[in-house]
């Protein structure tokens, strides 16, 4: 049976913006206060989907969520009708009004973690929900990922869904940004790589002194038991802590790795030469033959990985065999970067061809090609049991770009979150998007 790694790319919401909301994220921080443009955002994110697309790759639409957060101000103690909790949040804490207003579910490779039918030992493809504990702003998302994600992937025969991890930074999740699925065929059982930054109950494990490690090792570990995956199939390895100190805040920034290749930066890891012998050996058990491309420090600083996002690259593989690196715009802008990847796809190697997309206004919060899909490995009969509405096709491309062009407002800034106009604006294009991409119905004001 065919199989094949669909890429499930998260559509910008209509409030994106620059609210420096991620302490250790480099991008963020920087840009804070920026006026953003929410319509350009969301049309270079469907250029990704449609390039890929054309390029012969399943490619699917995940959607964003209500923001503001409404209900999540009220939790936090404001009330009144929803105009007012707004007003009244603006103007006694605004940091929490920009919170609600994130658009961070844009970045999907947080969304959740996702192992293969061929992993799982009941055989269905298993997603947990990441709880995104690190950031208040995150920490909202997963109960309507939760159900974007049941709405999409609905059929209980071949889907398993888990709610997020516990609550608390000890299980502190980001999902399949520090997750990564090697293998032969993407329907054979493969070895599933959790990279994490701390391990919240053991002190041997060195943490970074600077910037927070936002996966440990007791959440990938619980999500490899809940997916019931394999000692076999599994290997755990931790991640440079001074690396997360530079900016590397997931290994995603760091790393990316697809089929039975590895390509990293040389200071990615804790133990290296170790780790790569355990999944070398256990990807040879599977009949696979597990490669890795080591970028040295001497071509590529950390400071110009975390710059460039070189590695948070969609790593693709074309029928041929051969791979395909998705990079940002800002490679091509950093001399070393740029020289080594022209190095990089004339050596011959497996990575052939380098891609580059502008992503500018994800960027510029710290959100890369890589940040914006979500991969999920399916074969024949899963694809076909996945909700036909989120499958990206030309008529569906064209009614997003025109969904996006109605809808959204091409510059917002701090002071633009507090209009209450702008919730209405969100929820009248949100509740005809679930319409679009047949989603029934999702979001909090649909729902209460
Ligand atoms: O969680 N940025 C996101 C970026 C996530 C990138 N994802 C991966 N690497 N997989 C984050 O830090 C910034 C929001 C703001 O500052 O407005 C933000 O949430």
Known sequence: MKSFEVNFDGLVGPTHNYGGLSFGNVASQSNSQQASNPKEAALQGLEKMKALMDMGFVQGVLAPQERPDVAALRSLGFSGTDAQVIERAAKEAMPLLVASCSASSMWVANAATVSPSADTADGRVHFTAANLNCKYHRSIEHPTTSRVLGAMFADQQHFAHHAALPAVAQFGDEGAANHTRFCREYGEAGVEFFVFGRSAFDSRYP??????????????????????????????????????????????????????????????????????????????????????????????????????????????????????????????????????????????????????????????????????????ALNETELAAVNPGVIMTAPLYDTLTQWVSKHYRDALRESDLADPQLLLECRTALDELTQILKLGSVYPFQIN
């Open 207 to 376: 943490a970074p002194q600077k910037y927070p490690a936002r996966q440990t090792l007791e959440a990938s570990q619980a999500v490899a038991r809940l997916h019931g995956l394999s000692e076999e199939g599994v290997v755990f390895a931790q991640q440079n802590p001074s690396v997360i100190d530079q900016g590397v805040f997931h290994n995603d920034v760091i790393a990316v790795g697809n089929g039975e290749l590895l390509f990293h930066h040389q200071d990615a890891f804790l133990n290296t030469e170790q780790m790569l012998a355990e999944l070398h050996g256990k990807l040879a058990a599977r009949g696979a033959n597990f490669q890795s491309i080591s970028v040295p420090r001497d071509q590529v600083a950390v400071e110009d990985a975390v710059r460039s996002y070189l590695f948070n690259s969609q790593l693709l593989s074309r029928a041929d065999g051969s791979m395909l690196l998705i990079v940002p715009e800002e490679c091509r802008a950093n001399p070393r970067v740029w020289q080594y990847l022209q190095g990089l796809t004339a050596a011959g190697g497996p990575i052939r061809e380098v891609k580059v997309f502008d992503l500018k206004q994800s960027m510029q919060n710290g959100g890369g090609p890589a940040c914006l899909r979500l991969r999920v």
